[in-house]
């Protein structure tokens, strides 16, 4: 089974730095969170989940 340590959500800048890093819970089929993303500048990020024997990235654009 996995334990809170086998999660975690980073995101990373363009030059793949992670500028936000936490460890989350078991993961389940479903999975939200509300993020305050104020602090970053306007740009593309990469959101990163891993975990579980699973990987995943998605672009993320911040407009301001």
């Known amino acids: ?3 809170q340590a086998d999660y ?3 995101i990373t800048n363009a030059l793949g730095q992670v500028i936000y890093n ?3 819970p078991e993961l389940k089929s479903y999975f939200s ?3 305050d993303l104020t602090k970053f500048d306007a740009g593309v990020y990469q959101l990163h989940i891993n975990g579980g024997g699973m990987r995943s990235t998605q672009k993320l654009v ?3």
């Open 1 to 3: 089974p996995a334990t």
């Open 8 to 10: 975690n959500l980073q």
């Open 22 to 24: 936490e460890q989350l």
């Open 33 to 35: 969170k509300k993020l």
């Open 62 to 64: 911040i407009q301001k």
